[in-house]
């Protein structure tokens, strides 16, 4: 089973900010299939990214996520109210797993 | 619009078998090549995908619950369903159905989700 280290865990930010997620796995990912989703509180995750750096449809450009191998990350440019959120990392190259998430703050 | 609504019961006993559907509207199963998936989020674990079945009733299942889950379609109604046997407290979460973004790849992302159904493991 492919392990995925998020940190940190928590991340206080403010407005207009720069968000950076990290993404870690125990092996590397093959073809980049590494993705990034959204929570917020009662709702179900929203995909992001897949691929590690193309964006689901919908999603606004300030978010892009870049890393290959086991090293991915997630950037948040100008924070936005509403990115108040918990952030999964998943890959999907050997199964499924996701990881431990990041809590923004903002 | 594609839509998943989860059903089944919120309290389950412990030992006993959790058993949950997952009505699909908006598209039908029969006339879809996606790998239809069961995810959970549980305090201890976070989110954990725990298996997926394809409308001919292929499935593939998370190694760490293999032994307890069995997945199942009902093309007629557009449904699939999870049973996971011998539920214990770790077990308590919200259980998510979901379609991933692609069809034909049993690994894939996911991009609609049902509402989340809360089961409690409680005596």
Redesign the interface.
């Known amino acids: 089973e492919i392990v995925l280290t998020q940190s940190p865990g928590t991340l206080s930010l403010s407005l207009g900010e720069r968000a950076t997620l990290s993404c870690r796995a125990s092996q590397s990912i093959t073809h980049r299939y590494l993705a990034w989703y959204q929570q917020t509180p009662g709702q179900a995750p929203r995909l992001l990214i897949y691929g590690a750096s193309s964006r689901a449809t919908g999603i606004p450009d300030r978010f892009s996520g870049s890393g290959s191998g086991t090293d991915f990350t997630l950037t948040i440019s100008r924070l936005e109210p509403d990115d108040s959120a918990v952030y999964y990392c998943q890959q999907y190259g050997n199964s499924v797993t996701f990881g431990g998430g990041t809590k923004v703050e903002i | 619009q594609l839509h998943l609504q989860e059903s089944g019961p919120g309290l389950v006993r412990p030992s006993e078998t959790l058993s949950l559907t997952c009505t699909v509207s908006g598209a039908s199963i029969a006339n879809s090549h996606h790998y239809w ?1 069961w995810i959970r989020q549980t305090p201890g674990k ?4 725990i298996g997926n079945i394809n409308y001919s009733g292929v499935t ?1 299942s ?3 619950l293999t032994s307890r889950v069995t997945i199942s379609v009902d093309t007629s109604k557009s449904q699939f369903s999870l049973h996971l046997t011998s539920v214990a407290a770790p077990d308590t979460g919200i259980y ?1 159905c ?1 379609r991933p ?1 692609w069809d034909l790849r049993p ?5 609609v ?4 159904t809360m089961v409690t493991v409680s005596s």
């Open positions: 998936a976070g989110l954990e995908w593939f998370n190694p760490s998510y979901a973004t690994f894939a992302t996911f991009d989700w049902g509402l989340g």
